[in-house]
């Protein structure tokens, strides 16, 4: 079972910057594009960024283009967003997500495999 836990959430104010990271138990056959997603209270949860496995490919939502980079080490297994000029409106649990094939997806249900979250808050 591929396990994907995250971390590097926190409290932050606006403007500052953080880095999350997902560490991923196994990259195999059953797990090649990443994404990032989040999901405010109250809110569906939404596209954020993805990488494909050798991270040739990237796309980003239109919210964080230009704020946020992700990227990825295959040999520590880890996936990095780094977040930057953040906003209030950043402020969501941030989701790790992993899926079968190496193609970007931007939906939660192409996404095969998720993380527990971490927690962003962005005080003004």
Do not use: H, M
Not at 7 to 24: H, I, K, N, Y
Not at 25 to 53: H, L
Not at 64 to 73: C, L, M, P, Q, T
């Amino acid at each position: 079972q591929v396990q994907l836990v995250e971390s590097g959430g926190g409290l932050v104010q606006a403007g500052g910057s953080l880095r999350l990271s997902c560490a991923v138990s196994e990259y195999s056959k059953t797990t090649q594009a990443t994404g990032w997603f989040r999901q405010a209270p109250g809110k569906e949860r939404e596209f954020v960024a993805a990488i494909t496995y050798n991270g040739a490919r990237t796309t980003y939502a239109d919210s964080v283009k230009g704020r946020f980079a992700i990227s990825r080490d295959n040999d520590k297994n880890t996936v990095y967003l780094y977040l930057s000029s953040l906003k209030p409106e950043d402020t969501a649990v941030y989701y790790c997500a992993a899926r079968i094939y190496n193609i970007l997806g931007t939906l939660p249900g192409q996404y095969d495999y998720w993380g527990q979250g971490t927690q962003v808050t962005v005080s003004s």
